[in-house]
Nanobody, 121 residues
Framework: QVQLVESGGGLVQAGGSLRLSCSAS????????MAWYRQAPGKQRKRVAD???????NYADSVKGRFTISRDNAKKSVYLQMNSLKPEDTAVYYC???????????????WGQGTQVTVSS
């Protein structure tokens, strides 16, 4: 059983910052690609940023230069530092990860429960 637990969401004014965290727990052998997605009301879930096991990162154009994704492999955790937040960043943010479990020895994709980020104008 693998769980991804997010934290760090909240309400912030435009121009402010928030830092999201996500930790994986369970009988885990390794956590490979990790990513953050977001879903605004009435819209599809979209990838915000992702990071490989070795630290290679990719960002959606809408957040480049404002958001930074990072990870701590020892803690099986991924982070999203969000600066210069805009009202259009308002959404539920979801953690996503490819996890290799010990028993059974399989690689599966998991989602966190989501954390709300609201940016007021």
């Amino acid at each position: 059983q693998v769980q991804l637990v997010e934290s760090g969401g909240g309400l912030v004014q435009a121009g402010g910052s928030l830092r999201l965290s996500c930790s994986a727990s369970g009988t885990i052998s390794s956590v490979n690609n990790m990513a953050w997605y977001r879903q605004a009301p009435g819209k599809q879930r979209k990838r915000v940023a992702d990071i490989s096991l070795r630290g290679r990162t990719n960002y959606a154009d809408s957040v480049k230069g404002r958001f930074t994704i990072s990870r701590d492999n020892a803690k099986k955790s991924v982070y999203l530092q969000m600066n210069s937040l805009k009202p259009e960043d308002t959404a539920v943010y979801y953690c996503n990860a490819d996890v290799q479990t010990i028993l059974p020895p399989v690689l599966q994709n998991y989602w966190g429960q989501g954390t709300q980020v609201t940016v007021s104008s």
